[in-house]
């Protein structure tokens, strides 16, 4: 099999690495050719441009969602026997405006490019016609999937959106104030990767701990007024919990 990928960012990357392991014959393509190429060299793809992508079984667009339509138009006509995809959560595969497509993204973070091992066992969520490919594609990838109605695609990402946004300014702001206390802030961190461990194993309504849930209503509050008053930035996350 042949797999083409258009964008070599994060994400692009690292497939293109993942795929690589399972002897996919690969072209590459991007703006930066010197990256290509040294990528090219790296795993034993080749560098493509648009017109050679056509020779491929299969196109994925690794792209910023925002550039999705103009890399789509560069492509041209395509073969009718050619699978076109890209990981974009926003987007579903019609906008790639072409018979055999297929949205493959991952539910997962690429804050850099990451090594093929760590996608082992992620989710991707596919949608679109072409769902046997994108299930070809995870599977390459040692991954696991979803398979979702176009109808629910973007209310999906704006969810999982919310939750990395929300997660990770949580984050930040408990760091913000344990710094204030002169504080280690490696101390707590064990405690915040257990929790993440145990979501996959129990009911999260199931992990709350501590004096809210023995229900030390004097306690609560005595902590809830001492966030309030010195760290104010963070009593937003009090609201409604």
Not at 82 to 99: D, F, K, N, Q, R
Not at 121 to 134: K, L, P, S
Not at 182 to 202: A, C, F, N, Q
Request: proline content about 4%.
């Amino acid at each position: 099999m042949i797999i083409a990928i258009v964008g070599l960012g994060n994400v692009g990357v690292t497939v293109a690495k993942g795929l690589a392991r399972k002897g996919v014959d690969l072209l590459l393509v991007s703006r930066d050719r010197d990256k290509a190429h040294g990528l090219a060299e790296e795993i034993g793809g080749r560098v493509a441009t648009y017109e050679q992508v056509k020779s491929a079984d299969a196109v994925i667009l690794t792209v910023p969602d925002d550039v999705i339509r103009d890399v789509r138009q560069k492509l041209g006509k395509l073969p009718k026997h050619l699978v076109l995809a890209h990981t974009s959560g926003a987007y579903p595969a019609s906008i790639l405006e072409h018979g055999r497509s297929v949205a493959v993204h991952p539910v997962y973070s690429f804050p850099f490019a990451l090594a093929p091992e760590e996608l082992q066992g992620i989710y991707w969520v596919i949608e679109g016609e072409a769902v046997e490919f994108g299930k070809k594609l995870v599977g390459l990838l040692d991954g696991r999937y979803m398979v979702v109605k176009s109808s629910v695609k973007p209310d999906y990402h704006a969810v999982l959106v919310a939750l990395v946004k929300g997660m990770l300014s949580l984050m930040g702001d408990v760091e913000r104030a344990w710094r204030l206390l002169g504080l280690d802030t490696e101390v707590y961190k064990p405690m915040v990767k257990g929790i993440l461990e145990r979501i996959s194993k129990y009911p999260i309504d199931k992990l709350l701990t501590g004096p809210q849930v023995r229900s030390d209503t004097q306690l609560w509050e005595l902590e809830a007024n001492l966030i309030r008053s010195k760290f104010k930035w963070l009593a937003k996350y009090l609201e409604d919990n």
